[in-house]
Protein backbone atom coordinates (compact mmCIF):
# COMPACT_ATOMS: atom_id res chain seq x y z
CA UNK A 1 0.00 0.00 0.00
CA UNK A 2 1.05 3.28 -1.10
CA UNK A 3 -0.41 6.86 1.02
CA UNK A 4 -1.01 9.29 -1.08
CA UNK A 5 -1.31 12.35 0.75
CA UNK A 6 1.05 12.40 4.00
CA UNK A 7 0.20 14.40 6.64
CA UNK A 8 1.64 18.19 6.85
CA UNK A 9 3.65 16.04 9.86
CA UNK A 10 5.58 13.25 7.88
CA UNK A 11 6.01 15.76 4.87
CA UNK A 12 8.07 18.45 7.23
CA UNK A 13 10.03 15.17 8.26
CA UNK A 14 10.95 13.39 5.24
CA UNK A 15 14.48 15.65 4.71
CA UNK A 16 15.07 13.46 7.72
CA UNK A 17 14.55 10.25 6.30
CA UNK A 18 16.20 11.17 3.50
CA UNK A 19 19.11 12.49 4.93
CA UNK A 20 19.87 9.27 6.76
CA UNK A 21 19.18 7.25 3.68
CA UNK A 22 21.50 8.96 1.73
CA UNK A 23 24.30 8.64 4.23
CA UNK A 24 24.14 4.61 3.29
CA UNK A 25 21.37 3.49 6.07
CA UNK A 26 17.81 2.52 6.24
CA UNK A 27 15.42 4.83 7.70
CA UNK A 28 11.48 4.51 8.49
CA UNK A 29 8.18 6.46 10.07
CA UNK A 30 6.93 3.76 12.97
CA UNK A 31 4.62 3.52 15.66
CA UNK A 32 1.45 5.41 16.37
CA UNK A 33 2.10 7.64 13.38
CA UNK A 34 1.84 5.55 11.11
CA UNK A 35 -1.22 3.54 12.44
CA UNK A 36 -3.64 6.88 13.31
CA UNK A 37 -2.44 8.40 9.75
CA UNK A 38 -4.06 5.37 7.91
CA UNK A 39 -6.75 5.60 10.23
CA UNK A 40 -7.39 9.27 9.25
CA UNK A 41 -6.70 10.26 12.66
CA UNK A 42 -4.85 13.64 13.83
CA UNK A 43 -0.87 12.52 14.54
CA UNK A 44 1.04 13.72 17.33
CA UNK A 45 4.89 12.71 17.25
CA UNK A 46 6.80 11.13 14.76
CA UNK A 47 8.96 8.18 15.42
CA UNK A 48 11.62 6.91 13.10
CA UNK A 49 13.52 3.42 12.94
CA UNK A 50 16.49 3.45 11.29
CA UNK A 51 19.88 0.83 10.90
CA UNK A 52 22.08 3.77 11.57
CA UNK A 53 23.54 3.64 15.06
CA UNK A 54 22.61 7.03 17.64
CA UNK A 55 26.59 7.56 17.30
CA UNK A 56 26.27 8.09 13.59
CA UNK A 57 23.01 9.64 13.41
CA UNK A 58 24.23 12.27 15.57
CA UNK A 59 26.76 12.84 12.90
CA UNK A 60 24.31 13.59 10.06
CA UNK A 61 22.75 16.20 11.93
CA UNK A 62 23.80 19.33 13.33
CA UNK A 63 21.24 19.23 16.22
CA UNK A 64 19.96 16.31 18.45
CA UNK A 65 19.75 15.37 21.94
CA UNK A 66 20.53 12.55 23.64
CA UNK A 67 17.09 10.95 25.04
CA UNK A 68 18.61 7.58 25.19
CA UNK A 69 21.74 6.54 24.09
CA UNK A 70 22.00 3.28 25.67
CA UNK A 71 18.80 2.14 24.48
CA UNK A 72 19.31 3.46 20.78
CA UNK A 73 17.98 6.51 21.09
CA UNK A 74 18.22 9.84 19.99
CA UNK A 75 16.34 12.96 18.94
CA UNK A 76 17.27 14.70 16.16
CA UNK A 77 15.75 18.70 16.08
CA UNK A 78 14.73 19.54 12.83
CA UNK A 79 13.15 23.14 11.84
CA UNK A 80 11.97 22.97 15.91
CA UNK A 81 10.34 19.54 15.82
CA UNK A 82 12.09 16.73 17.69
CA UNK A 83 11.84 13.33 16.05
CA UNK A 84 12.74 10.31 18.37
CA UNK A 85 14.86 8.03 16.10
CA UNK A 86 16.03 4.80 17.37
CA UNK A 87 18.33 1.49 16.12
CA UNK A 88 17.23 -1.39 14.72
CA UNK A 89 16.24 -3.37 18.01
CA UNK A 90 15.34 -6.95 19.27
CA UNK A 91 13.50 -8.24 21.99
CA UNK A 92 16.10 -8.43 25.27
CA UNK A 93 15.08 -8.26 29.29
CA UNK A 94 13.38 -5.32 29.77
CA UNK A 95 10.49 -4.06 31.55
CA UNK A 96 10.15 -1.04 29.68
CA UNK A 97 10.01 -1.47 25.98
CA UNK A 98 10.89 2.51 25.80
CA UNK A 99 13.61 2.12 28.36
CA UNK A 100 14.97 -1.55 28.02
CA UNK A 101 17.52 -2.58 30.54
CA UNK A 102 19.18 -4.69 27.71
CA UNK A 103 19.45 -3.40 23.89
CA UNK A 104 20.77 -6.14 21.02
CA UNK A 105 20.73 -4.07 17.89
CA UNK A 106 19.54 -6.40 14.94
CA UNK A 107 20.40 -5.60 11.41
CA UNK A 108 16.67 -5.93 9.65
CA UNK A 109 13.71 -3.45 9.99
CA UNK A 110 11.72 -7.02 10.20
CA UNK A 111 13.10 -7.87 13.17
CA UNK A 112 12.49 -4.49 15.19
CA UNK A 113 9.32 -4.79 13.71
CA UNK A 114 8.22 -8.18 15.39
CA UNK A 115 9.26 -7.36 18.70
CA UNK A 116 6.78 -4.16 18.75
CA UNK A 117 3.39 -5.02 20.49
CA UNK A 118 -0.16 -5.07 18.06
CA UNK A 119 -0.20 -5.64 14.77
CA UNK A 120 -1.29 -2.38 14.09
CA UNK A 121 1.87 -0.60 15.35
CA UNK A 122 4.30 -2.93 13.79
CA UNK A 123 3.68 -0.86 10.97
CA UNK A 124 6.36 0.78 8.91
CA UNK A 125 6.11 3.62 6.45
CA UNK A 126 9.20 4.84 4.07
CA UNK A 127 9.39 8.45 2.99
CA UNK A 128 7.86 7.74 -0.30
CA UNK A 129 4.50 6.97 1.83
CA UNK A 130 5.00 3.22 1.10
CA UNK A 131 3.81 0.93 3.86
CA UNK A 132 5.50 -2.14 4.98
CA UNK A 133 3.07 -4.57 6.54
CA UNK A 134 5.06 -7.93 7.86
CA UNK A 135 2.37 -8.62 9.88
CA UNK A 136 -0.87 -8.24 8.07
CA UNK A 137 -1.42 -4.78 10.41
CA UNK A 138 -3.41 -3.53 7.74
CA UNK A 139 -5.86 -6.43 7.65
CA UNK A 140 -6.62 -5.68 11.76
CA UNK A 141 -6.85 -1.82 10.93
CA UNK A 142 -9.39 -2.65 8.74
CA UNK A 143 -11.18 -4.84 10.97
CA UNK A 144 -10.37 -2.96 14.05
CA UNK A 145 -8.82 -5.38 15.50
CA UNK A 146 -5.98 -5.40 17.99
CA UNK A 147 -4.20 -8.23 17.98
CA UNK A 148 -0.70 -8.84 19.24
CA UNK A 149 2.69 -9.50 17.16
CA UNK A 150 3.31 -13.15 17.07
CA UNK A 151 2.73 -14.95 20.33
CA UNK A 152 0.90 -12.92 22.39
CA UNK A 153 2.14 -14.64 25.75
CA UNK A 154 5.93 -13.19 24.79
CA UNK A 155 5.04 -10.02 24.03
CA UNK A 156 3.73 -9.91 27.67
CA UNK A 157 6.26 -11.56 29.27
CA UNK A 158 8.71 -8.59 26.96
CA UNK A 159 6.70 -6.02 28.82
CA UNK A 160 3.28 -6.41 31.07
CA UNK A 161 2.27 -2.70 30.28
CA UNK A 162 1.01 -4.20 27.08
CA UNK A 163 -1.52 -5.74 28.24
CA UNK A 164 -2.88 -1.92 29.97
CA UNK A 165 -2.04 -0.68 26.51
CA UNK A 166 -4.19 -3.18 24.95
CA UNK A 167 -7.09 -2.09 26.77
CA UNK A 168 -6.40 1.16 26.37
CA UNK A 169 -6.23 0.91 22.31
CA UNK A 170 -9.91 -1.06 22.46
CA UNK A 171 -11.42 2.20 24.07
CA UNK A 172 -8.93 5.12 22.25
CA UNK A 173 -9.96 3.52 18.70
CA UNK A 174 -12.93 1.45 19.31
CA UNK A 175 -11.17 -1.65 18.78
CA UNK A 176 -11.87 -5.25 19.55
CA UNK A 177 -9.36 -7.67 21.09
CA UNK A 178 -8.87 -10.46 19.17
CA UNK A 179 -9.55 -13.87 21.21
CA UNK A 180 -6.17 -15.30 21.15
CA UNK A 181 -4.55 -12.02 22.83
CA UNK A 182 -7.31 -11.50 25.15
CA UNK A 183 -6.91 -15.13 26.01
CA UNK A 184 -3.01 -14.67 26.89
CA UNK A 185 -4.24 -11.19 28.78
CA UNK A 186 -6.58 -13.06 30.97
CA UNK A 187 -3.39 -15.48 31.60
CA UNK A 188 -0.67 -13.30 32.21
CA UNK A 189 -2.69 -10.25 33.77
CA UNK A 190 -0.62 -10.66 37.08
CA UNK A 191 2.51 -10.33 35.47
CA UNK A 192 1.08 -6.77 35.76
CA UNK A 193 1.70 -6.29 39.34
CA UNK A 194 5.71 -5.94 37.65
CA UNK A 195 5.04 -2.18 36.01
CA UNK A 196 5.51 0.95 37.56
CA UNK A 197 2.56 2.68 38.54
CA UNK A 198 3.01 5.80 36.80
CA UNK A 199 2.86 3.94 33.38
CA UNK A 200 -0.27 1.82 34.24
CA UNK A 201 -1.97 5.16 35.18
CA UNK A 202 -1.11 6.73 32.10
CA UNK A 203 -2.88 3.65 30.49
CA UNK A 204 -5.45 3.86 32.66
CA UNK A 205 -6.18 7.29 32.36
CA UNK A 206 -6.43 7.17 28.35
CA UNK A 207 -8.55 4.44 28.90
CA UNK A 208 -11.02 6.56 30.38
CA UNK A 209 -11.01 9.23 28.26
CA UNK A 210 -10.79 7.19 25.07
CA UNK A 211 -13.85 7.25 22.50
CA UNK A 212 -15.35 3.81 23.58
CA UNK A 213 -14.43 3.25 27.65
CA UNK A 214 -17.27 0.99 27.68
CA UNK A 215 -15.09 -1.49 25.79
CA UNK A 216 -11.76 -0.78 27.73
CA UNK A 217 -13.43 -1.22 30.57
CA UNK A 218 -15.32 -4.57 29.79
CA UNK A 219 -11.62 -6.07 28.66
CA UNK A 220 -10.42 -4.77 32.08
CA UNK A 221 -12.58 -6.48 34.05
CA UNK A 222 -12.57 -9.79 31.88
CA UNK A 223 -9.46 -10.33 31.85
CA UNK A 224 -8.63 -10.08 35.58
CA UNK A 225 -6.41 -6.85 34.75
CA UNK A 226 -8.76 -4.83 37.21
CA UNK A 227 -7.10 -6.86 40.26
CA UNK A 228 -3.72 -5.28 39.81
CA UNK A 229 -4.51 -1.82 39.53
CA UNK A 230 -4.00 -0.21 42.69
CA UNK A 231 -7.17 -0.36 45.04
CA UNK A 232 -9.23 -1.14 42.84
CA UNK A 233 -9.75 -5.01 44.29
CA UNK A 234 -12.17 -4.24 46.72
CA UNK A 235 -14.36 -2.23 44.12
CA UNK A 236 -15.58 -4.91 41.28
CA UNK A 237 -19.64 -4.10 41.41
CA UNK A 238 -18.84 -0.60 41.30
CA UNK A 239 -16.18 -0.91 38.25
CA UNK A 240 -19.06 -3.27 36.37
CA UNK A 241 -21.87 -0.03 37.28
CA UNK A 242 -19.25 2.27 35.91
CA UNK A 243 -18.99 0.62 32.61
CA UNK A 244 -22.41 -0.02 32.04
CA UNK A 245 -22.68 3.70 32.50
CA UNK A 246 -19.64 5.29 31.20
CA UNK A 247 -21.20 5.78 27.33
CA UNK A 248 -18.58 7.87 26.33
CA UNK A 249 -15.17 8.93 27.49
CA UNK A 250 -14.46 10.90 30.58
CA UNK A 251 -13.50 14.56 29.10
CA UNK A 252 -10.50 15.43 31.57
CA UNK A 253 -8.32 13.01 33.59
CA UNK A 254 -9.36 14.75 36.41
CA UNK A 255 -13.00 13.81 35.16
CA UNK A 256 -11.53 10.53 35.19
CA UNK A 257 -10.56 10.11 38.33
CA UNK A 258 -13.70 11.98 39.97
CA UNK A 259 -15.62 9.11 37.63
CA UNK A 260 -13.78 6.56 39.83
CA UNK A 261 -13.26 8.11 43.25
CA UNK A 262 -17.62 9.15 43.12
CA UNK A 263 -18.24 5.48 42.08
CA UNK A 264 -16.03 3.93 44.71
CA UNK A 265 -17.95 5.65 47.25
CA UNK A 266 -14.67 7.57 48.86
CA UNK A 267 -14.66 9.95 51.53
CA UNK A 268 -11.89 12.70 51.64
CA UNK A 269 -9.56 10.88 53.39
CA UNK A 270 -9.87 7.86 51.33
CA UNK A 271 -9.62 9.77 48.19
CA UNK A 272 -5.58 10.61 49.34
CA UNK A 273 -4.67 7.43 50.30
CA UNK A 274 -6.56 5.61 46.32
CA UNK A 275 -4.56 8.59 44.81
CA UNK A 276 -1.19 8.55 46.46
CA UNK A 277 -1.46 4.68 45.77
CA UNK A 278 -1.99 6.03 41.57
CA UNK A 279 0.70 8.44 42.78
CA UNK A 280 -0.63 11.34 41.23
CA UNK A 281 0.27 14.92 41.77
CA UNK A 282 -0.97 16.48 45.03
CA UNK A 283 -2.67 19.26 43.44
CA UNK A 284 -4.56 16.22 41.64
CA UNK A 285 -5.60 14.55 44.74
CA UNK A 286 -6.82 18.36 46.29
CA UNK A 287 -9.02 18.88 43.38
CA UNK A 288 -10.08 15.63 43.29
CA UNK A 289 -11.49 15.81 46.57
CA UNK A 290 -13.43 19.03 45.39
CA UNK A 291 -14.96 17.56 42.41
CA UNK A 292 -15.93 14.22 44.01
CA UNK A 293 -17.24 16.13 47.22
CA UNK A 294 -19.58 18.19 44.49
CA UNK A 295 -20.52 15.15 42.18
CA UNK A 296 -21.89 13.53 45.95
CA UNK A 297 -23.90 16.62 46.30
CA UNK A 298 -25.10 16.86 42.57
CA UNK A 299 -26.17 12.99 42.73
CA UNK A 300 -28.08 14.31 45.50
CA UNK A 301 -29.70 17.85 44.57
CA UNK A 302 -28.33 20.88 43.74
CA UNK A 303 -25.58 22.97 45.17
CA UNK A 304 -25.50 25.94 47.22
CA UNK A 305 -23.88 29.33 46.58
CA UNK A 306 -21.12 28.74 48.97
CA UNK A 307 -20.18 24.82 46.85
CA UNK A 308 -20.28 26.99 44.02
CA UNK A 309 -17.96 29.35 45.06
CA UNK A 310 -15.55 26.60 46.64
CA UNK A 311 -15.55 24.53 43.43
CA UNK A 312 -14.63 27.28 41.14
CA UNK A 313 -16.06 26.94 37.29
CA UNK A 314 -14.04 24.60 35.31
CA UNK A 315 -14.59 21.86 38.32
CA UNK A 316 -18.17 22.88 38.66
CA UNK A 317 -18.55 21.41 34.84
CA UNK A 318 -16.08 18.03 36.24
CA UNK A 319 -18.41 17.56 38.63
CA UNK A 320 -21.08 17.46 37.13
CA UNK A 321 -19.96 15.40 34.20
CA UNK A 322 -19.03 12.88 36.76
CA UNK A 323 -22.39 13.01 38.27
CA UNK A 324 -24.60 12.79 35.03
CA UNK A 325 -22.59 9.68 34.17
CA UNK A 326 -23.53 8.43 37.79
CA UNK A 327 -27.60 8.82 36.92
CA UNK A 328 -28.18 12.60 38.39
CA UNK A 329 -29.17 15.35 35.92
CA UNK A 330 -27.42 17.88 33.89
CA UNK A 331 -27.15 21.21 35.84
CA UNK A 332 -24.64 22.46 33.87
CA UNK A 333 -26.61 25.88 32.90
CA UNK A 334 -27.72 25.99 36.31
CA UNK A 335 -24.37 25.83 37.76
CA UNK A 336 -22.57 28.48 35.27
CA UNK A 337 -25.27 30.91 36.17
CA UNK A 338 -25.19 29.91 39.80
CA UNK A 339 -21.07 31.18 39.18
CA UNK A 340 -21.69 33.63 37.32
CA UNK A 341 -24.34 35.08 39.76
CA UNK A 342 -21.68 34.91 42.38
CA UNK A 343 -21.10 38.55 44.42
CA UNK A 344 -17.30 37.51 44.17
CA UNK A 345 -15.63 34.70 42.14
CA UNK A 346 -12.05 34.41 44.00
CA UNK A 347 -11.16 35.67 47.76
CA UNK A 348 -8.67 37.99 45.99
CA UNK A 349 -12.39 39.96 44.42
CA UNK A 350 -13.56 40.76 48.44
CA UNK A 351 -13.45 44.90 48.84
CA UNK A 352 -11.44 44.35 52.53
CA UNK A 353 -8.04 43.04 52.86
CA UNK A 354 -6.15 42.45 56.11
CA UNK A 355 -4.42 45.39 55.90
CA UNK A 356 -7.53 47.70 56.24
CA UNK A 357 -9.24 45.48 59.01
CA UNK A 358 -5.85 46.31 60.76
CA UNK A 359 -6.29 50.35 59.93
CA UNK A 360 -9.45 50.24 61.30
CA UNK A 361 -8.36 48.85 64.29
CA UNK A 362 -8.70 44.87 64.43
CA UNK A 363 -5.61 42.68 65.72
CA UNK A 364 -3.01 40.89 63.31
CA UNK A 365 -2.98 37.41 64.15
CA UNK A 366 -5.12 33.94 63.72
CA UNK A 367 -8.49 35.87 64.51
CA UNK A 368 -7.90 38.38 61.63
CA UNK A 369 -8.08 35.66 59.12
CA UNK A 370 -10.84 33.97 60.24
CA UNK A 371 -12.50 37.21 60.48
CA UNK A 372 -11.68 37.58 56.10
CA UNK A 373 -12.88 34.30 56.12
CA UNK A 374 -16.54 35.12 57.63
CA UNK A 375 -16.48 38.34 55.87
CA UNK A 376 -15.71 36.17 52.78
CA UNK A 377 -19.04 33.71 53.01
CA UNK A 378 -21.31 36.42 54.07
CA UNK A 379 -19.92 38.40 50.90
CA UNK A 380 -20.39 34.96 48.95
CA UNK A 381 -24.17 34.26 50.54
CA UNK A 382 -25.20 37.64 49.51
CA UNK A 383 -25.34 38.52 53.03
CA UNK A 384 -23.34 41.53 53.30
CA UNK A 385 -22.53 44.07 50.30
CA UNK A 386 -18.78 43.66 48.78
CA UNK A 387 -18.02 47.22 49.94
CA UNK A 388 -15.26 48.10 52.09
CA UNK A 389 -17.43 50.40 54.29
CA UNK A 390 -20.01 48.03 55.46
CA UNK A 391 -17.42 45.25 55.41
CA UNK A 392 -15.21 47.34 58.04
CA UNK A 393 -18.21 48.23 59.27
CA UNK A 394 -19.42 44.93 60.13
CA UNK A 395 -16.59 43.79 61.77
CA UNK A 396 -15.86 46.83 63.79
CA UNK A 397 -19.15 47.91 65.25
N1 LIG B 1 5.13 -1.37 25.44
C1 LIG B 1 5.31 -0.98 24.19
C2 LIG B 1 5.31 0.38 23.84
C3 LIG B 1 5.53 0.73 22.53
N2 LIG B 1 5.75 -0.22 21.58
C4 LIG B 1 6.05 0.17 20.18
O1 LIG B 1 6.52 1.52 20.13
C5 LIG B 1 5.64 2.32 19.35
C6 LIG B 1 5.56 3.72 19.92
O2 LIG B 1 5.16 3.68 21.28
P1 LIG B 1 4.19 4.75 21.96
O3 LIG B 1 4.47 6.11 21.45
O4 LIG B 1 4.24 4.50 23.42
O5 LIG B 1 2.73 4.29 21.50
P2 LIG B 1 1.95 4.61 20.18
O6 LIG B 1 1.55 3.32 19.57
O7 LIG B 1 2.75 5.54 19.32
O8 LIG B 1 0.63 5.30 20.71
P3 LIG B 1 0.39 6.86 21.05
O9 LIG B 1 -0.44 7.35 19.91
O10 LIG B 1 -0.37 6.85 22.32
O11 LIG B 1 1.72 7.52 21.17
C7 LIG B 1 4.33 1.56 19.34
O12 LIG B 1 3.52 1.88 18.24
C8 LIG B 1 4.82 0.12 19.27
O13 LIG B 1 5.29 -0.20 17.99
C9 LIG B 1 5.75 -1.55 21.94
O14 LIG B 1 5.93 -2.41 21.09
N3 LIG B 1 5.54 -1.92 23.23
MG1 LIG C 1 3.58 7.45 19.99
Given at each position: MQLEHLPEEFE????????IEQAGYEAYFVGGSVRDTILGKEIHDVDIATSAYPDEI??????????????GTVMILDHGTGYETTTFRSESTYTDFRRPDQVTFVRSLAEDLKRRDFTINALAMKEDGTVIDLFDGLADLKHRQIRAVGDPQER??????????????ASQLNFTIVPETLAAMTSHAELLRKIAVERTQVELLKLLTGQAPQQG???????????????????????????????????????AWTLLTTSFGLETNAITTF???WKTA???????????????????????????????EDQLMIANEAAVVLGATDRSRELVAQWQNLPIQTKKALAVTGRDLMQAGVQPGPQLGAILGDLEYQVVTGKLPNEKPALVAAVTD
Amino acid sequence: MQLEHLPEEFEMARPVLQTIEQAGYEAYFVGGSVRDTILGKEIHDVDIATSAYPDEIKHLFKRTVDTGIEHGTVMILDHGTGYETTTFRSESTYTDFRRPDQVTFVRSLAEDLKRRDFTINALAMKEDGTVIDLFDGLADLKHRQIRAVGDPQERFHEDALRMMRAVRFASQLNFTIVPETLAAMTSHAELLRKIAVERTQVELLKLLTGQAPQQGLTDLLTTGLWQYCPDFADHKVDLERLTAQLHQGASTDLTAWTLLTTSFGLETNAITTFLKHWKTANQTISAVQMTTKMAQHLLQGSLSTWQVYQCGEDQLMIANEAAVVLGATDRSRELVAQWQNLPIQTKKALAVTGRDLMQAGVQPGPQLGAILGDLEYQVVTGKLPNEKPALVAAVTD
